[in-house]
């Protein structure tokens, strides 16, 4: 059987020994700032040998996470980062950025490389993409079902890793870009607004939806996987990930604790179900409600809770009556003396009433020890709850509980290992001579050799027996090792003091552990940074294309001057029928896939290719690998879902068989300008208006808002029906869209526009520009793009363009991400 990992976070020290103590196989952990959670401690640079030392003394393997994306100017720290990392010895280092890959794999043709959830790796196709560049292992999507994970690992002989318990992201990780767009903070560089955890109104063809309390509509309950343990190994698993950069050790330590035992009982042959206490105690150190996520399948109804955005830890129950001086509730959980509470009045936004149990009480009679259910009465601390504010009905939860915390810490306060390591000694020797040893680490092979300082002497009375000698090797007690045997090849009948017996003893565990605490050794090469691009010259004829998402767009869009249109629908039947327009124009027409490639949808790419476009716009890795592998004759156009930030990944997608490329919408002007200062220009497409695509999700807020089913099978498909915005805190309405995959794409409100910026592109040498529509009528698609065509003329300005166009649109507009941030 392959061998399977149990992968745990650690945002600091504490969590890392919390990590190790508790059974992990292996840990990831972020480096100063080139990670996907900047918000966590993270470790230094100069920390990373002391990390891996630590690590490889318990046989834990250390993954650094450098998953986010990275940018031009940043190329070369990151250099020094995966060099500093090579050095250390650390086992693998987690990637989003496929520039970054190419240069690690320029860098080091041996070193680990692992790749990120943020890849968006969705079908056997992606991984095959992946496959030139040696891959130790993938990580999977979290919107990957266990019939996907069994059909990719069919498919692939690579390892595959899946998180099984922690926060969700209700947008496919690499595809959100709301904090992007909303206040400059990108998810794919670390910086998650969490605004999937914010308020929002349904509006419903124009009318506010009625929704009582739910207001979270975008806030996934968290992932809880324990019970699927068994399913997960036989899907084709091979690690298991906790999510936690950002939670406590003790957090960590119970998680991992918990996992472990799943796993060992599952590889031991052993039938294991979860105890109602062991989910209880998981809820405890976090939880905002536990679902399966998208293992079991897509189910609307129960990834969303929408009533609270936070962790609320154990339901106990809710108020049956308010007293004097507590409340009285039907327990369905056990509460004690000290535990924390919260009143949940369904307004999460606002201060809540909670605190410490001071009392537990029965019929007016306390209670001493923990009670573990029934009707009781909750006394609060005297000045924890304003009890005015608490009312019949309101939801209890236990949000802390002391002594499990206690007791969790206890697993890693004091430094133990897991479990103790196998020890194999051969012993030899003759009178007049030392005696040597040769002392075997079972779980690593590592082998020393220790010599007494002292000659053998011919006993007179009691000689070195074996037993004797394997007690005195095995008195191994607070060390991280056990003697298994001991094999003597004595000539005489001799004898040691034990002293010097337990001298060697010391030596030889000393020898052992620093054998294991070595860094790993890579081969590393010199690489050179330095782009061939750098000579441009100003783009002359520059083309235009308009992205269109209807097909009353398309017939507006093939009546102008643009040198190509695209066709983006919600439903990609309609695809050869924007293709017969275009044809009768005699205008050329690029189809897009669907920004999300699964198991199962090639017949989707094949439809695209049986339409008979001019171009393809390509937007995953499984579509590229899709394409790529056949004879097409179709222009290969790479969007902005591909996250091309650096030089190196723009290379790496050119050679891969992409004609064009879009740059990732995470760039800023400057940072945009680097990047085509070194890349190749005459390849890049540069889209210079749209509105934003913010979230891109599996969560179809049609289905769970306005159906009674949980998924397309049995929706009633009301995105057929109806159109759906959400309403944020400011007032702005985000139109919600489906496609061919019942995903949900939120667009951003205000559409924004990068004309200012036009004559900046193309000194650089930029051709190609892309204006995307959303819901404009025909009429609004002929300005628009009569605005871009006299702005890459030269006959209107990039400040003319941006007035009209806010004169022209109730909302105005926005200069959107390229603002220099």
Same mark, same amino acid.
């Given at each position: 059987?392959?061998?399977?990992?149990?992968?745990?976070?650690?945002?600091?020290?504490?969590?890392?020994?919390?990590?190790?103590?508790?059974?992990?196989?292996?840990?990831?952990?972020?480096?100063?700032?080139?990670?996907?959670?900047?918000?966590?401690?993270?470790?230094?640079?100069?920390?990373?040998?002391?990390?891996?030392?630590?690590?490889?003394?318990?046989?834990?393997?250390?993954?650094?996470?450098?998953?986010?994306?990275?940018?031009?100017?940043?190329?070369?720290?990151?250099?020094?980062?995966?060099?500093?990392?090579?050095?250390?010895?650390?086992?693998?280092?987690?990637?989003?950025?496929?520039?970054?890959?190419?240069?690690?794999?320029?860098?080091?043709?041996?070193?680990?490389?692992?790749?990120?959830?943020?890849?968006?790796?969705?079908?056997?196709?992606?991984?095959?993409?992946?496959?030139?560049?040696?891959?130790?292992?993938?990580?999977?999507?979290?919107?990957?079902?266990?019939?996907?994970?069994?059909?990719?690992?069919?498919?692939?002989?690579?390892?595959?890793?899946?998180?099984?318990?922690?926060?969700?992201?209700?947008?496919?990780?690499?595809?959100?870009?709301?904090?992007?767009?909303?206040?400059?903070?990108?998810?794919?560089?670390?910086?998650?607004?969490?605004?999937?955890?914010?308020?929002?109104?349904?509006?419903?063809?124009?009318?506010?939806?009625?929704?009582?309390?739910?207001?979270?509509?975008?806030?996934?309950?968290?992932?809880?996987?324990?019970?699927?343990?068994?399913?997960?190994?036989?899907?084709?698993?091979?690690?298991?990930?906790?999510?936690?950069?950002?939670?406590?050790?003790?957090?960590?330590?119970?998680?991992?604790?918990?996992?472990?035992?799943?796993?060992?009982?599952?590889?031991?042959?052993?039938?294991?179900?979860?105890?109602?206490?062991?989910?209880?105690?998981?809820?405890?150190?976090?939880?905002?409600?536990?679902?399966?996520?998208?293992?079991?399948?897509?189910?609307?109804?129960?990834?969303?809770?929408?009533?609270?955005?936070?962790?609320?830890?154990?339901?106990?129950?809710?108020?049956?009556?308010?007293?004097?001086?507590?409340?009285?509730?039907?327990?369905?959980?056990?509460?004690?003396?000290?535990?924390?509470?919260?009143?949940?009045?369904?307004?999460?936004?606002?201060?809540?009433?909670?605190?410490?149990?001071?009392?537990?009480?029965?019929?007016?009679?306390?209670?001493?020890?923990?009670?573990?259910?029934?009707?009781?009465?909750?006394?609060?601390?005297?000045?924890?709850?304003?009890?005015?504010?608490?009312?019949?009905?309101?939801?209890?939860?236990?949000?802390?509980?002391?002594?499990?915390?206690?007791?969790?810490?206890?697993?890693?306060?004091?430094?133990?290992?897991?479990?103790?390591?196998?020890?194999?000694?051969?012993?030899?020797?003759?009178?007049?001579?030392?005696?040597?040893?040769?002392?075997?680490?079972?779980?690593?092979?590592?082998?020393?050799?220790?010599?007494?300082?002292?000659?053998?002497?011919?006993?007179?009375?009691?000689?070195?027996?074996?037993?004797?000698?394997?007690?005195?090797?095995?008195?191994?007690?607070?060390?991280?090792?056990?003697?298994?045997?001991?094999?003597?090849?004595?000539?005489?009948?001799?004898?040691?003091?034990?002293?010097?017996?337990?001298?060697?003893?010391?030596?030889?565990?000393?020898?052992?552990?620093?054998?294991?605490?070595?860094?790993?050794?890579?081969?590393?090469?010199?690489?050179?940074?330095?782009?061939?691009?750098?000579?441009?010259?100003?783009?002359?004829?520059?083309?235009?294309?308009?992205?269109?998402?209807?097909?009353?767009?398309?017939?507006?869009?093939?009546?102008?001057?643009?040198?190509?249109?695209?066709?983006?629908?919600?439903?990609?039947?309609?695809?050869?029928?924007?293709?017969?327009?275009?044809?009768?124009?005699?205008?050329?027409?690029?189809?897009? !896939?669907?920004?999300?490639?699964?198991?199962?949808?090639?017949?989707?790419?094949?439809?695209?290719?049986?339409?008979?476009?001019?171009?393809?716009?390509?937007?995953?890795?499984?579509?590229?690998?899709?394409?790529?592998?056949?004879?097409?004759?179709?222009?290969?156009?790479?969007?902005?879902?591909?996250?091309?930030?650096?030089?190196?990944?723009?290379?790496?997608?050119?050679?891969?068989?992409?004609?064009?490329?879009?740059?990732?919408?995470?760039?800023?002007?400057?940072?945009?300008?680097?990047?085509?200062?070194?890349?190749?220009?005459?390849?890049?497409?540069?889209?210079?208006?749209?509105?934003?695509?913010?979230?891109?999700?599996?969560?179809?807020?049609?289905?769970?808002?306005?159906?009674?089913?949980?998924?397309?099978?049995?929706?009633?498909?009301?995105?057929?029906?109806?159109?759906?915005?959400?309403?944020?805190?400011?007032?702005?309405?985000?139109?919600?869209?489906?496609?061919?995959?019942?995903?949900?794409?939120?667009?951003?409100?205000?559409?924004?526009?990068?004309?200012?910026?036009?004559?900046?592109?193309?000194?650089?040498?930029?051709?190609?520009?892309?204006?995307?529509?959303?819901?404009?009528?025909?009429?609004?698609?002929?300005?628009?793009?009569?605005?871009?065509?006299?702005?890459?003329?030269?006959?209107?300005?990039?400040?003319?363009?941006?007035?009209?166009?806010?004169?022209?649109?109730?909302?105005?507009? !926005?200069?959107?991400?390229?603002?220099?941030?």
């Amino acid at each position: 059987m392959r061998k399977i990992e149990l992968l745990a976070p650690a945002g600091d020290w504490d969590c890392l020994r919390a990590a190790v103590a508790n059974g992990a196989d292996a840990v990831y952990f972020g480096v100063d700032k080139y990670n996907a959670r900047v918000r966590a401690k993270n470790f230094r640079m100069e920390e990373l040998k002391d990390v891996m030392a630590y690590l490889h003394k318990y046989n834990v393997r250390g993954y650094v996470t450098f998953n986010i994306l990275v940018f031009e100017n940043e190329l070369e720290e990151a250099k020094q980062l995966v060099e500093a990392c090579i050095d250390a010895g650390v086992d693998a280092l987690i990637v989003q950025d496929l520039g970054l890959v190419k240069l690690i794999r320029d860098l080091s043709p041996d070193f680990p490389i692992h790749g990120s959830t943020q890849m968006t790796v969705t079908s056997p196709e992606a991984v095959e993409f992946l496959n030139p560049y040696h891959l130790e292992v993938v990580v999977l999507g979290r919107e990957n079902n266990l019939t996907h994970i069994q059909k990719i690992a069919e498919k692939t002989n690579v390892p595959l890793e899946v998180f099984v318990h922690g926060a969700l992201c209700v947008s496919y990780s690499g595809q959100c870009l709301t904090s992007e767009m909303w206040g400059g903070r990108s998810a794919n560089r670390g910086e998650c607004a969490q605004a999937c955890r914010l308020p929002y109104d349904l509006i419903v063809d124009g009318e506010q939806k009625e929704m009582g309390n739910v207001a979270y509509l975008l806030s996934p309950k968290d992932l809880a996987a324990l019970d699927l343990v068994p399913e997960l190994i036989e899907a084709g698993v091979s690690t298991f990930k906790i999510e936690g950069r950002l939670k406590s050790p003790e957090y960590v330590a119970n998680v991992v604790s918990k996992y472990r035992k799943a796993i060992d009982e599952y590889l031991a042959g052993r039938h294991y179900t979860p105890s109602t206490e062991e989910i209880r105690e998981l809820q405890q150190s976090f939880s905002r409600g536990f679902t399966h996520g998208f293992l079991k399948g897509t189910n609307n109804k129960q990834l969303v809770d929408g009533t609270f955005p936070k962790s609320r830890g154990v339901f106990l129950g809710t108020v049956k009556k308010v007293l004097k001086d507590g409340v009285l509730c039907e327990l369905q959980a056990p509460l004690k003396r000290g535990d924390g509470i919260v009143f949940d009045a369904g307004r999460p936004e606002e201060k809540e009433e909670g605190g410490r149990v001071y009392d537990l009480r029965k019929h007016g009679k306390k209670v001493e020890g923990e009670v573990e259910k029934g009707l009781v009465e909750i006394v609060p601390g005297r000045h924890d709850v304003n009890l005015t504010r608490v009312r019949v009905g309101n939801r209890i939860w236990k949000t802390s509980d002391q002594e499990l915390d206690r007791r969790l810490r206890k697993t890693f306060e004091t430094e133990r290992p897991y479990q103790l390591f196998p020890l194999t000694v051969h012993v030899y020797g003759e009178a007049g001579k030392p005696l040597i040893s040769t002392w075997r680490d079972e779980t690593t092979g590592n082998e020393v050799i220790v010599q007494s300082e002292q000659m053998l002497d011919v006993a007179q009375k009691r000689p070195l027996t074996l037993d004797f000698i394997k007690e005195q090797f095995g008195r191994l007690g607070g060390t991280i090792f056990e003697l298994k045997d001991v094999y003597m090849h004595m000539t005489d009948n001799v004898i040691l003091p034990v002293k010097e017996l337990n001298r060697i003893r010391r030596q030889a565990v000393e020898q052992l552990i620093e054998k294991r605490q070595r860094p790993r050794l890579y081969i590393k090469q010199a690489v050179d940074l330095t782009s061939s691009y750098r000579q441009k010259q100003r783009a002359e004829n520059p083309s235009l294309m308009a992205l269109c998402r209807t097909l009353e767009q398309v017939e507006a869009a093939c009546h102008t001057d643009v040198d190509m249109v695209y066709a983006d629908f919600e439903f990609t039947t309609d695809y050869p029928k924007a293709v017969q327009i275009a044809r009768t124009t005699n205008k050329p027409i690029a189809l897009a !896939t669907p920004r999300i490639h699964m198991p199962g949808e090639n017949g989707i790419l094949r439809g695209i290719l049986k339409a008979e476009p001019d171009a393809i716009l390509v937007r995953s890795l499984g579509a590229v690998q899709y394409y790529t592998n056949q004879s097409i004759e179709q222009t290969l156009i790479g969007d902005f879902s591909l996250n091309i930030s650096n030089h190196l990944a723009a290379q790496l997608f050119l050679s891969r068989g992409l004609d064009r490329i879009t740059p990732s919408y995470d760039l800023n002007i400057q940072q945009m300008i680097d990047l085509l200062e070194a890349a190749p220009t005459e390849h890049i497409e540069m889209v210079i208006h749209q509105h934003l695509p913010m979230f891109h999700t599996e969560h179809c807020v049609y289905c769970t808002f306005l159906s009674e089913g949980t998924d397309f099978t049995n929706c009633g498909r009301p995105c057929e029906k109806h159109r759906v915005s959400l309403r944020d805190r400011i007032g702005m309405l985000h139109p919600v869209r489906v496609d061919i995959g019942c995903r949900n794409t939120v667009y951003n409100a205000i559409e924004q526009s990068g004309a200012e910026y036009i004559p900046h592109f193309l000194s650089l040498g930029v051709r190609s520009y892309r204006v995307e529509f959303l819901e404009e009528s025909a009429k609004k698609v002929e300005e628009v793009i009569t605005l871009y065509r006299e702005a890459l003329e030269g006959k209107r300005s990039g400040t003319s363009v941006w007035r009209t166009l806010k004169a022209i649109n109730q909302l105005g507009v !926005t200069r959107g991400q390229l603002i220099k941030k």
